[in-house]
């Protein structure tokens, strides 16, 4: 049914200017079922319309029509900290371990874990760091993250303070769960939430998505969120004033994070870099990674479709790829850094996916769509590198350091999560001539879970374990 606008006026005059709003956007359908609505749902959809910039939702959606794959400037590959190899290179190794050790015993990092996305492709109506993912424990992904935080206190006696960006779709249930598991042991003081911002959803005409005849679809506004929600929800402040210097930043899904890693804490430092990041060697031409590269002399990621298919295939001399460093998300990023981007900075720009987003349709009826429907903005941490004169790349193994949880089956799911732990552990322990057998694609044959307050890394192990121990197809450390 067609609304009239002095109509809603009228009943709410305190909101005239918000409906104006809507009504002179061309959204007002969101007022559609206003007359079988309840008081409480016309009020929370009018709260919801209230901070709404139509403007900058209409430029958003006409940049949404322009996207173009490309990229312009003159391309090059960056310069990378390879995994060391030789005895020469593993000294460098020990010297910047140091620096990074320094300072986290001077308690200068903080870790910040960003939980707010959607999960979409995962399509789990809970938040994915609560995940049940340790191959035997089921213990969450949160827990990991929390028992990893807790093993590198133990071992530089410190406390680590840790921020954890939620939405405020996933807010109150991720709080709840730390709740629900007494802060995994850490003082209440210690963990810090803050809720990023969020933008209305779109269809493809650029109306309001609704998933109830007085709700819009919101969506979290990306990772990149992160960079204005530490500003305005006093995040930064609260770092500075807790003596932080440094950030390590991390996505929820990882399930080999290390996390404060004091080598690339150290490398990060020695280069007094401003935003650092963690890379590993795409699995090959076509893998759907983000990768950095330099354009023009600035560092940026990419998405693997941008590139042209010879730059995608280009090799070195020694046969490798050229453009080979696939971001895996990981970053220091440093305090003085962030206020230079606030100070100097524009704000990080949005980019539109085109996804699939259950909503009502003109007859209030539930959808869930077959097709992409709808277009959510998002602006990227990676953004972020346009800024940064100084950084450190350095590249990491995959297999000891990225499994991200994106999809419930095939690559990159629970199972390949649980897989690629199981197999971490496993070398380890092969690594001190335990012997656990392997099936003809390398994954070990049985399970493995070393918990992190058990051991954090494999030198650690090594010091705990009974190396004459018989493998019998479950361990549990
Ligand atoms: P992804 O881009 O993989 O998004 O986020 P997602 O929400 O986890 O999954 P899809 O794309 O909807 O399937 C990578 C990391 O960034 C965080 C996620 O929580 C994840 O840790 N993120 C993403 C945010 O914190 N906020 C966002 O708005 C988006």
């Keep these: 049914m067609k609304m009239n606008r002095e109509t809603i006026e009228r009943e709410y005059p305190n909101y005239r200017k918000y409906i104006r709003n809507v009504f002179e ?23 919801q319309i209230a901070p709404f910039d139509f403007q900058f939702i209409r430029k958003l959606f006409n940049a949404s029509l322009r996207i173009t794959h490309s990229f312009c400037g003159n391309l090059a590959p960056p310069e990378i900290i390879a995994v060391p190899g030789n005895a020469a290179e593993k000294k460098i190794v020990q010297k910047v371990e140091k620096i990074g050790k320094d300072s986290l015993r001077r308690g200068e990092v903080a870790v910040l874990t960003v939980a707010g996305g959607g999960g979409t492709r995962l399509g789990v109506d809970v938040p994915k760091g609560t995940l049940p993912i340790a191959p035997i424990t089921r213990k969450s992904i ?4 929390a028992e990893k935080i807790q093993a590198v206190q133990k071992r530089y006696n410190i406390k680590i303070p840790w921020y954890i960006m939620t939405s405020e779709n996933n807010d109150p249930v991720t709080r709840n769960f730390f709740q629900m598991h007494r802060f995994f042991g850490f003082d209440s003081q210690q963990i810090c939430f803050f809720t ?77 870099a401003e935003m650092s990041l963690k890379v590993v060697k ?33 090799k070195n001399g ?29 704000p990080l720009p949005y980019h539109a996916a085109v996804k699939k987003v259950p909503y009502i349709d003109e007859n ?102 009974d190396k004459h121990l018989q493998f019998n197809g479950c361990l549990s450390l």
Aim: include cysteine; proline fraction near 4%.
């Design 364 to 465: 209030g009826k539930m959808i869930n769509p077959e097709e992409n429907n709808a277009i959510k903005f998002e602006s990227f941490i990676f953004d972020l590198l346009k800024y940064v004169k100084k950084s450190v790349i350095m590249e990491v193994i995959r297999e000891d350091e990225f499994s991200p949880v994106k999809n419930m089956e095939g690559e990159n799911s629970p199972t390949t999560a649980r897989q690629d732990m199981v197999n971490l552990f496993g070398r380890w322990l092969r690594n001190m001539g335990i012997s656990i057998p392997t099936d003809s694609h390398g994954n070990v044959i049985g399970l493995i879970e070393i918990s992190p307050c058990f051991a954090l890394d494999e030198e650690e192990l090594k010091d705990k374990i």
């Design 25 to 47: 956007a061309g959204q007002a359908r969101i007022f559609r079922w206003w007359d079988e609505i309840q008081p409480l749902e016309k009020e929370h959809l009018l709260e």
């Design 196 to 272: 990023q911002g969020m933008l209305p959803t779109l269809d493809l005409q650029g109306n309001l998505l609704m998933d109830s005849k007085s709700n819009i679809i919101m969506s979290p506004n990306g990772h990149g969120g992160a960079i204005i929600a530490l500003k305005e929800k006093g995040v930064l402040d609260d770092m500075k004033s807790r003596g932080i210097k440094s950030i390590f930043y991390h996505q929820v899904d990882n399930v080999l994070i290390k996390i404060a890693d004091p080598v690339f804490t150290g490398y990060h430092l020695r280069d007094r």
């Design 318 to 346: 020694n046969g490798t790829l050229k453009y080979n460093a696939g971001n895996i998300a990981v970053h220091m990023i440093s305090l003085d850094f962030i206020e230079k981007v606030y100070r100097e900075g524009e």
């Design 282 to 314: 795409k699995c090959h031409p076509e893998e759907k990674v983000g990768i950095i590269v330099v354009i023009d002399g600035r560092l940026h990621t990419i998405e693997y479709s941008e590139l042209s298919r010879e730059d995608m295939c280009a």
């Design 142 to 145: 949160f827990q990991l993250h």
